[in-house]
């Protein structure tokens, strides 16, 4: 179906309507299409905005941590995530509508408002030239006219001459002439009107019958194309759409299997092993019963330690989560060192076989290479020796803390079980019985670890401490045994004074040596010392699971310090 046999003669409001639908191209299409993209664009930006808003500070805090983070965090960053891929497939859309699609349509608008301009110059030439032929046509009939009717009125003339007597003969024959003058002027008008006739009409034939339908034509051919390319644009505008949507369902798809991920007895193990300290919970409080002998001095070196609050400060460090850190932070240096080093030994090989077969090549090359890891991996031993030295303090804050959780618990202290064994068995208990009393006071604190909650390791290392003090106060209290069989009731309790304000002997303080810091610390435990590299200390004491009483030198101030962070001078 064309449009030039039936719109022939309505070209100019065809002209009109392919013009407009040509600038509608941009002024409709290209205008709709770019604030579309417009609008994607904002609302990714809004959904980014979004993402931002709502990131929770802790995720942002824990992200150079090494705490395992929850499922519940896990999965909401994820989501937030997804909610950023969404904002992603959104920006491109806008990219691809406004970048490609726009630009698309604007220059097919220019190309189309073309071809209607050239059509139209066309048709106006063509137009012209018709409009000539008739101005021809017109000016032959005129001429051919205006031929006969002087022709007819010269014959007329001599007619009337001729049969009128009175004119002479020449004037008639002049007339005569002038008459068939006219008449052949007459014929060769005739002839040339006819002849611009036949032109004009073949002319008009291939004007209204040829040209003008085919520039109509043309005009159609330029629409056709038009409504083609905005079916194609506006299939590509939603296929676009739906490729995105075919990512934000993945997306979605992401966001549920986050969610669906999120285990409520995950976290709360998290939770635990996050905050968990390892300390031993208290014990109940027993009964203590007044007895009527003077009071004892509590100056053995167990009692000082239990007497000096080595609990934590309230904002105390989690020592069982920065030993579990350390422990990992370990586990991956070593893996790093033995990759280094299964590194170093290939380069090595490398070299040593270039440099004994040179025509595989150059052995320099791997030198630098080699000299890079081995620098890694030195760099990496140094940092495993650190991790090292801070889980040996660690580990000796967290046996301090240990002992003072046994020897500290108002019912489980030495000091209470040495009092209430005085009180109930009074003068008269035999040595033997003082030697059973000592055993149930060990068999006491060690119930503390048994019956606790602690891993197996920790009891262990809890018994072993244990183990050790009540064996050194057997020791020590067994050397003086027959001094007890040989005194009467009264004179006991004066040997057990004597004993208790010498057992503090048995650790002797070596207050003339002194011994320097070799490593800062910070001082963070109750009854303890900060220290920084170069500090000089007296000693006071002697070394018990890694710490010693020290005096700073030259001030009064006393206090615990690691003893591994020092060397004697």
Same mark, same amino acid.
């Given at each position: 179906m064309t449009w030039g046999p039936d719109l022939w003669d309505r070209y100019s409001p065809v002209v009109e309507y392919v013009t407009k639908g040509t600038n509608e191209l941009v002024d409709v299409y290209a205008k709709f299409i770019k604030e579309k /993209? =417009?609008?994607?664009?904002?609302? /990714?930006?809004?959904?980014?905005?979004? %993402?931002?808003?709502?990131? $929770?500070?802790?995720?942002?805090?824990?992200?150079?941590?090494?705490?395992?983070?929850?499922? #519940?965090?896990?999965?909401?960053?994820?989501?937030?995530? #997804?909610t950023g891929y969404q904002a992603g497939q959104h920006e491109l859309l806008?990219?691809?509508?406004s970048k490609v699609l726009v630009k698309e349509i604007q220059n097919k608008s220019a190309e189309a408002q073309k071809k209607v301009k050239d059509n139209s110059k066309e048709a106006k030439r063509e137009k012209e030239r018709i409009e000539a032929s008739y101005f021809n046509l017109e000016k032959a009939k005129l001429k051919y006219q205006k031929s006969f009717h002087d022709w007819k009125e010269s014959d007329r003339d001599y007619q009337i001459a001729d049969q009128d007597g009175t004119i002479s003969r020449n004037e008639i024959l002049k007339m005569k002439h002038q008459t068939q003058a006219k008449q052949k002027l007459f014929e060769d008008s005739k002839a040339k009107y006819i002849e611009q006739l036949d032109k004009t009409n %073949?002319?008009?034939?291939?004007?209204?019958?040829? &040209?003008?339908?085919? +520039?109509?034509?043309?005009?159609?051919? %330029?629409?056709?194309? &038009?409504?083609?390319?905005?079916?194609? %644009?506006?299939?590509?505008?939603?296929?676009? =759409? @739906?490729?995105? /949507?075919? +990512?934000?369902?993945?997306?979605?798809?992401?966001? #549920?299997?986050?969610?669906?991920?999120?285990?409520v007895e995950k976290d709360q193990q998290i939770l635990k092993e996050?905050?968990?300290?390892?300390?031993?919970?208290?014990?109940?409080?027993?009964?203590? #019963? +007044?007895?009527?002998? &003077?009071?004892?001095?509590?100056?053995?070196?167990?009692? &000082?330690? *239990?007497?000096?609050?080595?609990?934590?400060?309230?904002?105390?460090?989690?020592?069982?989560? @920065?030993?579990?850190?350390?422990?990992?932070n370990i586990e991956k240096y070593k893996s790093d060192i033995s990759k280094g080093t299964k590194e170093k030994q290939a380069l090595q090989l490398m070299i040593d076989t270039y440099t004994k077969t040179p025509e595989f090549g150059d052995a320099s090359k791997f030198q630098q290479e080699l000299d890079i890891v081995s620098q890694k991996v030195e760099k990496l031993s140094q940092e495993l020796s650190i991790l090292n030295r801070d889980l040996d303090l660690v580990e000796s804050k967290m046996?301090?803390?240990?002992?003072?959780?046994?020897?500290?618990? $108002? *019912?489980?202290?030495?000091?209470? +079980?040495?009092?209430?064994?005085s009180s109930s068995t009074g003068s008269d208990k035999s040595d033997d019985q003082e030697g059973d009393n000592h055993e149930i006071h060990g068999d006491d604190i060690k119930v503390i670890a048994e019956e606790s909650l602690l891993s197996p390791l920790e009891k262990h290392e809890c018994l072993e401490i244990c183990s050790d003090t009540i064996d050194h106060s057997s020791v020590m209290k067994s050397d003086i045994s027959e001094e007890f069989n040989e005194v009467n009731s009264e004179d006991r309790n004066i040997v057990l004074d004597a004993w208790d304000d010498d057992f503090e002997d048995a650790y002797p303080e070596s207050s003339y040596q002194t011994i320097i810091a070799l490593y800062s610390y910070d001082g963070a435990e109750e009854g303890t010392l900060s220290m920084n590299v170069g500090d000089e200390f007296e000693v006071q004491g002697v070394d018990i699971d890694g710490w010693i @009483?020290?005096?700073?030198?030259?001030?009064?101030?006393?206090?615990?310090? $690691?003893f591994a962070f020092t060397k004697l001078l």
């Open positions: /993209a =417009e609008l994607e664009k904002e609302y /990714a930006k809004t959904l980014r905005k979004l %993402v931002v808003k709502y990131e $929770p500070k802790k995720i942002k805090i824990k992200k150079n941590n090494e705490d395992e983070e929850s499922t #519940e965090y896990s999965s909401f960053r994820t989501f937030l995530a #997804e806008a990219e691809h509508l %073949v002319e008009q034939r291939e004007y209204f019958d040829y &040209r003008l339908p085919e +520039m109509v034509n043309r005009l159609q051919d %330029v629409d056709r194309e &038009r409504i083609e390319f905005v079916r194609r %644009v506006l299939e590509r505008s939603v296929a676009g =759409e @739906k490729e995105m /949507a075919t +990512m934000v369902n993945k997306c979605r798809e992401g966001v #549920e299997e986050a969610v669906a991920s999120i285990s996050r905050y968990k300290t390892g300390d031993l919970p208290p014990t109940d409080i027993q009964f203590e #019963e +007044m007895s009527l002998g &003077r009071e004892k001095k509590s100056r053995s070196l167990t009692r &000082r330690m *239990s007497r000096s609050n080595f609990s934590q400060k309230t904002d105390k460090q989690n020592l069982f989560q @920065k030993k579990r850190k350390l422990l990992s046996n301090l803390n240990m002992r003072h959780s046994l020897l500290a618990t $108002p *019912s489980r202290s030495l000091l209470s +079980m040495n009092t209430s064994s @009483k020290v005096k700073r030198r030259g001030f009064i101030e006393e206090g615990f310090i $690691p």
